[in-house]
């Protein structure tokens, strides 16, 4: 793989990650203002000393704009990374033993998934109590059940190969074949699900955060922004639009670098390579 | 939230067969004397293996149905077990700082909850089953009375956000294949890779900025009343509509593609290019007859996840929908309207899947005979 084969798109979604993943480690030092501190008037219009204008209670737009940068990216991504730990140890584990285990792991799996991801969430949230530990596994179960999918079909393809069936004879234990055997040989396609399960986890916690049931005020977070402000769109502020447009333009980005791992991935393959 | 649903439905078609969806295979094959007279043993059983026997594939539609209904029951019981497992207490979140254990204990008896869980259960089914879906806590009114309306005025909504899509899905997919790799191609594979990564509410909003507030020839908030017209109606969800028909549009369509190309690059299809057939031939005997199954499975699927996407949908408009309903709901801990909803929802995503699987069935004959 050389860097001229990356195409342009790829780049633009390498870039606009970046300059997130730069706002969110160092927020303290770009942004111009705290995270929750009342600057001026409510709605100011951008320009000036506020870039982007104040939100509904007089903070600086562009200040909790960075900061949501980093509360957004770590939820989401310690929702993704635990529901792909989970999801490929059980995929992988049900692909290897087979058998009860198997069909245990996976019809328990298609009951999970016969309950609508959004109606799933709001039903175990309505219960239990409001912490971030919670909101993160949360996501991280429900979104496990589509690794689990995934994770299960792509080592079937990998468990019956011969040398699975080498380690087997040889006397290596359940442990050895799933990480040794398995993990290294699937990670290809598994990268690519990451990114897709990482945008989707994005704009997850931003949909329940929306609806008020994600992050909790005053911590600043992309979706709860949008909620925030969006009772100023009837009176022509766009406030609520920005924090919407960073979670479209970061999503667009991630699923620009997964298209292109993608298209990598199946011409590996090698098919008629249009599909 | 764009990115949810519809690629993942529940999966009848991964069950493992029942011994009801073997027979047809046996029948199949029941020329050869050996089969017969092993046939003719089982034949002499069960009514249903009688009844698989000779029609393969009523039984088939038959097991779907009962696979979706053994299901339901089980997410029923989901949603309710579920709900009583975990920790978190409505008198408690009720009360708040003046949760006396006494004033707690009162309330728990008020609601019932100090009868035993599998009670509980049975009696809320069995009201379930009947329509009935037991009071609210906070409003004390009837749950099943809201949702007789509300639940009216969303698949409203969804019905007529999908008239639109569908047609407009399958035309744009179609486009995309005839233009493959082609500029058409090219612009409608990043537009609905953008309008994939868009956020529902986002879309509500800029559509709401652009024709309420700068062109103003929609309305904003979407509130509809029992007074009111049908035109009137069809106007008041103009907005809703469209920003359903964008969200699911680009889903739909990059599917449709994915499917009809899959059947463009099949073996037979090259045959016929090769043959020397004019494009259109190719496309009218060969591919189309084939593609209808997945397509169809594509727009059920979709359709399925029409009735979730309404949730946000109708929050951002304040359209007075299910969706609407439950989350005000969940804000305020109200279970037994959380579990109503969540029951219906489910129910609507079960059966759209299901209706899914078994017009595949019926579309693709291979399918009849599961390895």
Known sequence: MNLRSIPISAWVGFAGIAIALICALFAPLIAPYGESQVVGDIWLPGGGDFLLGTDNLGRDLLSRLIYGARTTIFVALAATVISFSLGMLLSFTAAVTGGFIDQLFSRFNDLMMAIPTLIFALVVLAVLPQHLWILILVMAVLDSTRVFRIGRAVALDVAVMEFVEAARLRGEGTGWIIF???????????????GLRFAFSILFLSTLSFLGLGIQPPAADWGGMVKDNKDGIIFGINAALIPGGAIAALAICVNLVVDWLMKRTSSLKGGRGDA | MAALGPENGPAPTTETPAAGTLQPQAAAVAGSGVVATMNTGVVGGTFWRRFSLRRPLAALIVQRL?????????????????????????ATTYLGQSATP??????????????????????????????????????????????????????????????????????????????????????????????????????????????????????????????????????????????????????????????????????????????GLGAFRIIARHAAPNAVAPVINVVALNLAYLVVGVVVVEVVFVYPGMGQYMVDAVTVRDMPVVQACGLIFAAFYIFLNMAADILAILANPRLRHPR
């Open chain 1, 180 to 194: 040794r055997e398995i993990l290294p040989n699937t990670l290809s396609p598994l990268l690519a699900e990451f």
């Open chain 2, 102 to 275: 006494q004033a707690v204990e009162n309330i728990r008896k008020d609601l019932g909850l100090d009868r035993p869980v599998t009670e509980r259960y049975f009696s809320w089914l069995g009201g379930a089953l009947q329509g009935d879906f037991g009071t609210s806590w906070a409003s004390r009114n009837s749950v099943s009375e809201q949702i007789g309306k509300r639940l009216g005025n969303s698949l409203f909504l969804a019905f007529f956000a999908a008239i639109i899509s569908i047609p407009l899905a399958i035309g744009l997919g179609m486009l995309a294949v005839q233009f493959r790799n082609r500029l058409p191609d090219k612009i409608i594979n990043v537009v609905s890779l953008a309008a994939i990564s868009l956020p529902e509410f986002f879309v509500g909003y800029i559509l709401i900025v652009l024709f309420a507030v700068k062109f103003g020839v929609a309305t904003f908030p979407s509130t509809v009343y029992d007074s009111m017209g049908f035109l009137e109606r069809l106007s008041a969800i103009a907005l809703p509509v469209a920003t359903l028909v964008l969200v699911v549009l680009a889903h739909m369509m990059r599917m449709t593609r994915a499917a009809i190309l899959n059947v463009m690059s099949s073996a037979y299809v090259e045959t016929a290019e090769l043959k």
């Open chain 2, 66 to 90: 009962g696979l979706s209904v053994g299901l339901l029951f089980a997410v029923s019981l989901m949603i309710f077990g579920g709900v009583e497992a975990l920790p978190g207490d409505f």
